[in-house]
């Protein structure tokens, strides 16, 4: 009992662990594009050919690695999303099939269930035909 509540424990630190650390990293990350970027949506004081603003090379390359970070971020995300949904429509396909299959097993089971009727009463039929000649040889 001592060993399920120490693991249970570990589990639930791990899970602030890893749950601190997320939220350190979206700190960090709202801090980055606060401070840092921020300037880039300011208008410059200049102005290039074409009513463009004209990024000074530093200023470029950090525009491309936030470009990068959030192609990298949402590219996993994508994937995973896509995975998701091929899991899904094969989950779909599976339920739909299995959806007719039981429809099949409970339209047999139906018609079992009637012919077994037909026969019963065929039967119940018969064993009073049966009972009736009797009577008839016993009184005559």
Do not use: C
Request: no cysteine; glycine share 6%.
């Amino acid at each position: 009992m001592n060993a399920t509540i120490r693991s249970e424990k570990i589990e639930s630190s791990e899970a602030d662990s890893n749950l601190a650390a997320a939220s350190e990293v979206e700190a960090g990350i709202r801090d980055f594009v606060r401070n840092d970027i921020a300037y880039l949506r300011r208008p410059a004081t200049g102005a290039a050919s074409g009513g463009e603003t004209a990024l000074e090379p530093a200023n470029e390359a950090t525009v491309n690695n936030v470009n990068s970070l959030i192609q990298r971020v949402a590219g996993t995300s994508l994937a995973e999303i896509e995975n998701l949904i091929t899991e899904l429509e094969a989950l779909r396909d599976l339920l739909h099939a299995e959806g007719q299959r039981v429809q099949r097993e409970i339209s047999g089971y139906a018609q079992l269930s009637q012919a077994a009727m037909k026969s019963t009463r065929m039967i119940a039929d018969n064993v009073t035909q049966w009972k009736r000649s009797a009577e008839g040889l016993r009184n005559g």
